[in-house]
């Protein structure tokens, strides 16, 4: 069996969604701990043969975007235009040291079902054909209403079939076909562009399940096959830490907490950095994923994690639960100390972790409380944390 041909990819993202009706676009809508873009997104990332990625997005959604793709590499956007195929253009533009013979699909950002499968034959089509696309047979009845939605004629399914994405084009092609398009003429998508160069375009059957997120009720049946299929299990964790204060440490002026240095004078006994807040939230996350502790992963006896920065650990943790195929729903951490103060560093915190985690800073709490002057933090011999997780994971039945 030959190698697949390697492709790359424009992901057309620029839309506003307003069909759907909803408070954002509906590329960044998060179903089971992921946007709908990023769903997307991880289809084509995960496939060998791909080359890059360039999503095109409205500028109005630079943070959105920049959120909805921490953690992926490679991946670069530019920004879209009046319509459609202004959007493709500048797209292609991005992948102007192409060859002509080079492979560029087109997908939506909102069809985040289409199968590798799917894209691997679309792409094998192309070694015969200059232009192709995924579409599904028409399989309903079809007929022309009048404006009262009366019945005036039949039309024939026969050789009717429903378009979708990804396409595969050349980029010569694609490229030539945008460069010389009837501006005065509409397209809805780069098959009717190219095919105006009376190139033709080869139909790969697809899946009726690679539709494109239009409705809200498209919505829903969205929520309900990802949820099915990547997030059966919900299951938390917790974790606990506590660490002193080393009274011996001269010419101190900050203490880290949950990956931020806050102006203290006193500084935190731990092998690491003593970061307590994201030590406990680590234990947490492996908690929920049956990895054990923080200790059997860092043990204190192994001196490559002398003064480590506690940021390694809990992004060590993530990418546990990554591999797992979970995702984290949300993180609650609680500090508990009679000093410093929290509150002013609280939205600082929530982002820091956040971007730690590589998830929205909404899934994000952190909290702090005293002890009203009891026990070990109420004598300021030292500071302790509680962390909560949720996470999604593919079911254990499964396995």
Not at 70 to 77: A, Q
Not at 111 to 133: C, D, G, N, W, Y
Not at 264 to 293: Q, Y
Not at 318 to 333: E, P, Q, S, T, Y
Request: aromatic share 6%; hydrophobic share 40%; charged share 25%.
């Amino acid at each position: 069996m030959h190698s697949l041909p390697q492709f790359s990819v424009i992901i057309v993202a620029a839309g506003g969604g307003t069909r759907l009706a909803a408070d954002i676009p509906k590329q960044y809508i998060e179903i089971c701990g992921r946007t709908i873009l990023r769903h997307t997104l991880d289809i084509f990332v995960e496939m060998n043969a791909l080359q890059e990625i360039c999503v095109v997005i409205n500028p109005a959604h630079k943070a959105l975007f920049q959120s909805a793709t921490v953690g992926l590499d490679n991946i670069k956007f530019c920004l879209g235009g009046d319509e459609r195929k202004d959007s493709v253009y500048n797209g292609i533009k991005t992948f102007s040291h192409l060859k002509d013979d080079d492979i560029v699909l087109i997908h939506d950002a909102a069809r985040p079902f289409v199968q590798e499968a799917e894209i691997k034959t679309l792409i094998t089509a192309m070694e015969h054909h200059k232009a192709a696309s995924l579409a599904h047979r028409v399989t309903d009845s079809l007929s022309y209403c009048d404006q009262d939605n009366f019945t005036t004629s039949r039309i024939s399914r026969e050789n009717l079939w429903s378009v979708q994405t990804p396409q595969a084009f050349h980029y010569g092609i694609l490229e030539q076909a945008h460069a010389q398009c009837d501006e005065s003429k509409s397209y809805t998508d780069d098959t009717a562009l190219v095919s105006a160069l009376d190139i033709a375009v080869k139909f790969v059957e697809g899946c009726k399940s690679n539709f494109k997120i239009t409705l809200a009720e498209d919505l829903a049946l969205a929520e309900h096959i990802l949820s099915t299929r990547l997030s059966t299990d919900i299951r938390t964790g917790l974790g606990y830490d506590v660490h002193a204060f080393d009274d011996n440490a001269k010419d101190i002026t900050h203490i880290r907490l949950c990956g931020v240095d806050i102006a203290h004078n006193r500084k935190l006994k731990g092998h690491s950095d003593a970061d307590v807040g994201l030590h406990a939230l680590t234990d947490a996350i492996l908690g929920a994923i049956g990895e054990g502790d923080i200790g059997l992963h860092f043990p204190p006896s192994n001196m490559d994690f002398k003064n480590m920065n506690s940021a390694v650990f809990l992004e060590h943790a993530m990418k546990l639960l990554r591999d797992k195929g979970g995702a984290l729903i949300n993180a609650d951490v609680t500090l508990i100390c009679e000093r410093p103060k929290i509150g002013a560093y609280r939205e600082q915190i929530v982002a820091r972790v956040a971007e730690i985690l590589e998830v929205s800073p909404k899934r994000v709490n952190i909290k702090a409380t005293t002890s009203e002057k009891l026990g070990f933090t109420g004598r300021e011999e030292g500071i302790a944390a509680q962390a909560a997780v949720s996470v999604s994971l593919p079911s254990l039945d499964k396995d």
